[in-house]
């Protein structure tokens, strides 16, 4: 019976450690797309600048 008790305990730690580098890798990879937008939002950002300064006041 204790072998049952082992098992289901290295069972559940297998899947927490799988969770775990899971959780990690999504963080990364939010963190990159969260650089990507900014990167976006800045350049739009310029292009609006650029097209307000090129766009003659009336």
């Known amino acids: 019976m204790s072998w049952m ?5 290295l069972l ?3 899947g927490l ?3 775990g580098v899971l959780g990690i ?3 990364a990879d939010v963190r ?5 937008v900014d990167a976006a939002s ?3 950002a310029d292009a ?4 307000a300064a090129a766009v ?3």
């Open 17 to 19: 450690l799988v969770l």
């Open 42 to 44: 800045r350049a739009l």
């Open 25 to 27: 890798r999504l963080w």
């Open 5 to 9: 008790l082992v098992a289901a305990v």
């Open 32 to 36: 990159a797309l969260a650089r990507g």
């Open 56 to 58: 003659p006041s009336r």
């Open 48 to 51: 609006a600048e650029e097209l």
């Open 12 to 14: 559940a730690t297998a």
